[in-house]
T-cell receptor
Framework: DTGVSQNPRHKITKRGQNVTFRCDPI?????LYWYRQTLGQGPEFLTY????????KSRLLSDRFSAERPKGSFSTLEIQRTEQGDSAMYLC?????????????FGPGTRLTVT | AQTVTQSQPEMSVQEAETVTLSCTYD???????LFWYKQPPSRQMILVIR??????QNATENRFSVNFQKAAKSFSLKISDSQLGDTAMYFC???????????????FGTGTLLAVQP
């Protein structure tokens, strides 16, 4: 049973470029969460999927951010026209709505650096 | 809105000794969960221990235990017999309990960096 995986692990991009991150949750986990963690802070919630439906988006998620989970399995998080303030660690977590519904399993994160 | 406060940015403990990390939170809800997560350097976050607010008994997991004071909105983590592998950032987190598929997002504190010294 593999854990949550995220790709890439590191991404350096220039301001104004678009970037896309991928998250593969634990197999059969129907819940998927994205969080953002900046230096010296705890993770902050960005968005949540149950199966393929995006059920909640944080106000932190500006119009430049979009997330998808097309078949209820993996998810992508895209940032358009990146800004230096987008530099952070982007964490994905998965869980279930039935077995231990309140437990979230985290991936290793994607560290984004915008230059 | 719920908030989580960790007032100890850094702590240090000698190997084999006991250390307590503090956490306070603010909520008007009665039903919720509290968590301690561990984030080792350059590694992913893992769950250390969980406490349901409706349970009066404090949760324990091997060397890890909590002191949950609901009225005071306090949730501290005690690590006994500290080991070098306990060196990590520790985050306290709050989760409201909603049913029927609603979001169960985590609200994190700013973390406490624990260093276990040999």
């Amino acid at each position: 049973d593999t854990g949550v995986s995220q790709n890439p692990r590191h991404k350096i991009t220039k301001r104004g470029q678009n970037v896309t991150f991928r998250c593969d949750p634990i197999s059969e986990h129907n819940r998927l969460y994205w969080y953002r963690q900046t230096l010296g802070q705890g993770p902050e919630f960005l968005t949540y999927f149950q199966n393929e439906a995006q059920l909640e988006k944080s106000r932190l998620l500006s119009d430049r951010f979009s997330a998808e989970r097309p078949k209820g399995s993996f998810s992508t998080l895209e940032i358009q026209r990146t800004e230096q303030g987008d530099s952070a660690m982007y964490l994905c977590a998965s869980g279930t709505s039935w077995d231990s519904p309140y437990e979230q399993y985290f991936g290793p994160g994607t560290r984004l650096t915008v230059t | 809105a719920q908030t989580v406060t960790q007032s100890q940015p850094e702590m240090s403990v000698q190997e084999a000794e006991t250390v307590t990390l503090s956490c306070t939170y603010d909520t008007s809800e009665n039903n919720y969960y509290l968590f301690w997560y561990k984030q080792p350097p350059s590694r992913q976050m893992i769950l250390v221990i969980r406490q349901e607010a409706y349970k009066q008994q404090n949760a324990t997991e091997n060397r890890f235990s909590v002191n949950f004071q609901k009225a005071a909105k306090s949730f501290s983590l005690k690590i006994s017999d500290s080991q070098l592998g306990d060196t990590a950032m520790y985050f306290c987190a709050f989760m409201s309990v909603y049913y029927g598929g609603a979001t169960n997002k985590l609200i994190f504190g700013t973390g406490t960096l624990l260093a276990v010294q040999p």
